[in-house]
């Protein structure tokens, strides 16, 4: 094909140009609207997020004034649970202060070495204490007894009136 010979008519070369500035004007104006968009939603998303920084200043603000609340309230219901460990605490250093030795002193001579020997001493001692029980338990059944004919000498005597003052009581019960 040769370009000197061929006719183009003036009609299409116009049509051709056209459209090609029809292009290029829609691509300038999409380029322009894009522009506008990003333009707009960078403005609403800034918008959006000043909205959400507010809104979490609020709700922190909130949730900081209830952990206050919170915890004044915890100060006031714990308060007298602290005194009283505290107490205890005080407590529990004087029964060390006064044991603290004492069992300091029984551990150190205490020797495993002979553990048969105090074995057998804490046997003698459990029988002690046991005899001992033994008699207090039969001390008791007579003092016991002893009250019960008692209580029977003052019914007797209250029930003839010879009581100096004249009251009325009740005797008797004595160990049951």
């Given at each position: 094909m040769d370009i000197k010979n061929m006719k183009v008519s003036i009609g299409i070369v116009i049509a051709i140009v056209a459209q090609a500035f029809g292009v290029i004007w829609y691509i300038a104006q999409m380029d322009s609207t894009v522009r506008n968009l990003d333009t707009t939603v960078a403005?609403?998303?800034?918008?959006?997020?000043?909205?959400?920084?507010?809104?979490?200043?609020?709700?922190?603000?909130?949730?900081?004034?209830?952990?206050?609340?919170?915890?004044?309230?915890?100060q006031v219901d714990l308060a007298p649970i602290d005194i009283a460990i505290k107490e205890l605490e005080t407590k529990v250093m004087w029964m060390m202060d006064d044991w603290g030795p004492k069992i300091d002193a029984e551990q150190e001579e205490f020797d495993p070495s002979n553990l048969?020997?105090?074995?057998?001493?804490?046997?003698?001692?459990?029988?002690?204490?046991?005899?001992?029980?033994?008699?207090?338990?039969?001390?008791?059944?007579?003092?016991?007894s002893d009250h019960g004919g008692f209580a029977d000498v003052l019914q007797q005597i209250n029930a003839a009136g010879l009581l100096p003052s004249g009251e009325k009581r009740t005797y008797g019960g004595y160990g049951q």
């Amino acid at each position: 094909m040769d370009i000197k010979n061929m006719k183009v008519s003036i009609g299409i070369v116009i049509a051709i140009v056209a459209q090609a500035f029809g292009v290029i004007w829609y691509i300038a104006q999409m380029d322009s609207t894009v522009r506008n968009l990003d333009t707009t939603v960078a403005e609403m998303q800034e918008s959006q997020a000043t909205v959400d920084v507010a809104i979490l200043q609020t709700d922190f603000l909130n949730l900081r004034e209830k952990v206050d609340k919170l915890s004044y309230q915890e100060q006031v219901d714990l308060a007298p649970i602290d005194i009283a460990i505290k107490e205890l605490e005080t407590k529990v250093m004087w029964m060390m202060d006064d044991w603290g030795p004492k069992i300091d002193a029984e551990q150190e001579e205490f020797d495993p070495s002979n553990l048969e020997e105090a074995l057998d001493k804490m046997e003698s001692r459990l029988d002690d204490v046991e005899t001992t029980n033994a008699l207090i338990d039969n001390e008791m059944r007579t003092i016991m007894s002893d009250h019960g004919g008692f209580a029977d000498v003052l019914q007797q005597i209250n029930a003839a009136g010879l009581l100096p003052s004249g009251e009325k009581r009740t005797y008797g019960g004595y160990g049951q």
